[in-house]
């Protein structure tokens, strides 16, 4: 539901091998910064052809008692309507006003500003339209933004060109106040926020802890414009909303609206177009002069909703006075009822009696189990129906009052009206809550999103695969909010990673550590990463610490990720990834872990694509994710690193930690409860779940004079000079903070045996040895000691043999060896 869920993100003080998901907005947590910037911004960007029109608003009774609104209008340099401009990009910092305030008893401060936030891209003028709509009716007054008011004063706030960290010309940017909200049907897309923050103090004051920014962009309401978000976290994380280009967006919208049918809101029909409030003041993109009209189109709850309670729009008068907001009030038979019918049909028919005449998700198979599929399908609808009907019954009248119909009205109006809160996800009526119902989220979800819902494990859970949902053709059975698909399909929709209904959680809401976001209209260029957000590929690196409540020493202490994002640590946590993507394909992401003596562990990570087989489907599909070596745990979820990426972490990283890379490993998202897989992939088979998060051990508990020879460390044999051979080693590192004097012992194979070898100066890592004794072939090895440490310590052997061909000797029992071709 379109509320603040935190995820849990699971960082163990040993090896991480299972990252578990929870029903809720999957969030990255991050280190907690030792400067946090709590200065709150917004940054617009326009990619339309035309000018756009920003408005934030967020309701009074944050700071105060109205049920009122308070707005910032937002305009580059120049007008107080001038908007934003083809191109232009002006970031708004947010007003860090507080008030404490009482909440159950508990005082808490509050930031006027952060919460319940909602930003309108208007595509016209807002000054002349609220001007239009005043002189269509004077009771829109109080829809409009007032500049006087006692209380809420118009007040300037800093806003400039360009984004947070590339200030420019200052913008024109003012508050203001308004009895109402802005009208539903306004020419308008809505994107909603929130500024939190993780570790707050105890009075809850968002600017204390680490800040945190939520974003959507929200169709459940409607869908007008294609506009993209996305929290300003270095590109760690994908847009949500849309950018499909404006004339396709356009013709898949009006296409959805004339085909199936479906409704639209009224003020947008072309027969009224004199009448309403906006039709002048359009551009020609969206239907200015004598263009059509871009359609403006309600969600699925609004199309019942505002049918059943003849609902009125403010924005257009027609001479006959039926402003009835949305089409579906007039045109009920072809647009709302098909889909009542439909609905019922699973609830008083058994449409799997003939699967044939089914039209079946998108790509599917003959592996594809139709009547198992089907058969969920009509019992889940079923169970979600019984429990929203035995609530109905007994407690009829607040049904009827949310959906605006008399009392006992026929029993298609009364289905409807059970449908209605249904889609709408409203589980308390009139106080009342619903009887029990463990997975009732579920239920609706998977119904909403056009797939068959399966609770039990080792079955096919078809709700939790991403290759199924919204997928089903707005014509079929199955298809019981076909505004889902408009929303998310990239097939014949718009695309959009956005709320498409009121529990669409999973593809609406975005949540991060960072002080700010960037709102896009109309395209992406103004945003780091100009991918979709994907639930299912949201890449994470986690790491551990080396024991619960351990302090710094021997622990990691920072990171660099990807060379974008600096990282102090103070604990075990996790962090998005902010994985570069140009042309098709990721780019190398280098990761740099430092511990308390400075030591580094560091390798390049690179996603790739694969094809994979859909278990539940039959089809094939292209999925992203990390290389993997060797699978293992069970289920095999978690993988070494690839060959190459772990060749690549021992070269690159210091003598005391290349270790640990045999340590690190690459896991797919799993749950252990069935309920809780919501974004695993669960119609792969367990190797082809794409490897999403980088489990890192915790750090060495190194023993202070520990000697370690360095991953490159080799032996190496001089060409014979007066009757010796110089042979020479590599520097071995010691875990200190100053690296002590080391002296030096090398043995040499003779005899049967290995023969310690007389050297000038045992200090030096060199010796030069007889040639005689040498000979044509040679095994050798040379221990490095530290007489400083107490007690003494010592590293293992480091084998060298010459010729390659001639194989070293094993280790001695009870050592490690470490075994290098001796160069000559």
Not at 368 to 378: I, M, P, T
Not at 387 to 403: E, K, L, M, R, V
Not at 749 to 764: F, I, L, V
Request: hydrophobic share 35%; with cysteine; charged share 15%.
């Amino acid at each position: 539901m379109k509320k603040l869920v935190i995820r849990l993100s699971l960082a163990l003080s040993t090896l991480l091998v299972v990252i578990l998901c929870s029903l809720t907005i999957p969030i990255a947590t991050a280190a907690t910064d030792s400067t946090p910037d709590y200065q709150r911004y917004i940054t617009f960007h326009n990619d339309f052809p035309f000018p756009v029109y920003p408005v934030i608003q967020v309701p009074t009774d944050l700071c105060g008692g109205e049920n009122n609104v308070r707005r910032i209008l937002v305009n580059g340099p120049g007008p107080e309507d001038g908007g934003l401009q083809p191109g232009e990009t002006v970031t708004v910092m947010i007003p860090n006003e507080g008030k404490l305030v009482d909440v159950k008893g508990v005082q808490q401060v509050r930031r006027c500003w952060y919460q319940s936030g909602r930003v309108y891209i208007f595509s016209v003028n807002l000054f002349n339209f609220e001007k239009a709509m005043v002189a269509l009716d004077k009771n829109n007054a109080a829809q409009t933004t007032q500049y006087d008011n006692s209380t809420y004063p118009r007040t300037p706030v800093p806003c400039f060109q360009g984004k947070r960290d590339q200030p420019g010309t200052s913008g024109n940017c003012f508050t203001g106040f308004a009895n109402n909200s802005i009208a539903a049907d306004a020419p308008a897309q809505l994107a909603e926020y929130t500024f939190d923050s993780d570790n707050a103090d105890a009075n809850g004051d968002p600017d204390t802890g680490t800040p945190m920014a939520d974003i959507d962009v929200s169709h459940v309401d409607d869908l007008y414009l294609p506009v993209a978000a996305s929290v300003s976290n270095h590109g760690a994380t994908g847009y949500m909303g849309g950018a499909m280009d404006l004339p396709t967006f356009r013709q898949r919208v009006s296409d959805f609206v004339t085909k199936l049918p479906w409704t639209m809101y009224s003020a947008y029909l072309s027969q009224y177009q004199v009448d309403n409030a906006f039709s002048k003041l359009l551009p020609s993109e969206l239907g200015g002069g004598t263009n059509t009209v871009a359609v403006h189109v309600p969600g699925g709850y609004n199309t019942i909703q505002n049918t059943l309670a003849k609902a009125v729009s403010s924005v257009y008068k027609p001479t006959d006075g039926s402003n009835y907001l949305i089409s579906g009030v007039v045109n009920q038979a072809t647009e709302v009822q098909p889909y009542i019918d439909r609905w019922m049909s699973w609830i008083q028919g058994n449409p799997c009696t003939n699967l044939d005449q089914l039209a079946w998700p998108d790509g599917v198979t003959q592996q594809f189990n139709k009547a198992n599929f089907c058969s969920l399908f009509q019992s889940n609808a079923q169970a979600v129906w019984n429990n929203f009907y035995t609530a109905f019954q007994q407690n009829s009248t607040p049904f009827y009052q949310d959906c605006g119909l008399p009392d006992n009205p026929d029993q298609n109006l009364q289905n409807a009206c059970v449908i209605q809160h249904i889609v709408g996800y409203n589980p308390q009526i009139g106080g009342v809550d619903l009887p029990d119902m463990t997975d009732r989220t579920q239920r609706v979800q998977a119904l909403l999103r056009g797939v068959a819902y399966d609770p039990n494990d080792g079955s096919q859970q078809y709700q939790f695969d991403p290759f199924l949902t919204f997928t089903v053709p707005y014509s079929s059975q199955f298809n019981l909010d076909p505004y889902t698909r408009l929303i998310h399909s990239p097939t014949d929709g718009v695309a959009a990673v956005a709320y498409s209904f009121s529990i669409d959680d999973k593809y609406g809401n975005f949540r991060d550590a960072s002080s700010g976001f960037i709102i896009d209209a109309g395209g992406t260029t103004a945003l780091d990463n100009q991918r979709p957000y994907d639930p299912y590929q949201q890449y994470k690196i986690n790491w551990g610490y080396n024991a619960a409540g351990a302090g710094i020493s021997n622990n990691w202490v920072s990171a660099n990720l990807c060379s974008a994002i600096d990282i102090p640590i103070a604990g075990p946590g996790a962090q998005t990834l902010p994985l570069p993507f140009a042309s098709g394909a990721y780019k190398p992401c280098r990761i740099i872990l430092t511990d308390a003596g400075s030591n580094t562990m560091a390798f390049d990570i690179t996603p790739e694509s694969k094809q994979v087989t859909d278990t539940y489907t039959g089809a094939t599909a292209q999925v992203w994710g990390l290389p993997t070596g060797q699978d293992s745990g069970s289920p095999a979820i978690t993988s070494s690193l690839s060959p190459t990426d772990l060749q690549d972490c021992k070269s690159n990283s210091g003598a005391l930690l290349y270790g640990l890379c045999d340590n690190v490993t690459v896991s797919a998202v799993w749950a252990v409860d069935p309920l809780q897989r919501d974004i695993v992939y669960m119609g792969l088979n367990y190797p082809d779940m794409p490897r999403v998060n980088i489990n890192l051990p915790a750090a060495p508990n190194l023993d202070s004079g520990q000697v370690i020879w360095p991953y490159t460390a080799s032996i190496t044999a001089q060409p014979p000079d007066n009757g010796n051979v110089l042979v020479t080693w590599s520097t071995p590192r010691v875990a200190a903070a100053s690296q002590p004097p080391l002296k030096y012992t090398l043995y040499l194979w003779q005899n049967g045996g290995w023969q310690p070898q007389t050297c000038a100066d045992s200090s030096k890592p060199e010796c030069a040895i007889s040639s005689t004794s040498f000979g044509t072939s040679a095994n050798l090895y040379v221990i490095a000691f530290n007489y400083t440490a107490s007690p003494q310590t010592q590293s293992v052997q480091l084998y060298g043999c010459y010729p390659a061909a001639n194989p070293c000797p094993p280790p001695a029992s009870g050592n490690t060896a470490k075994t290098r071709v001796l160069e000559r």
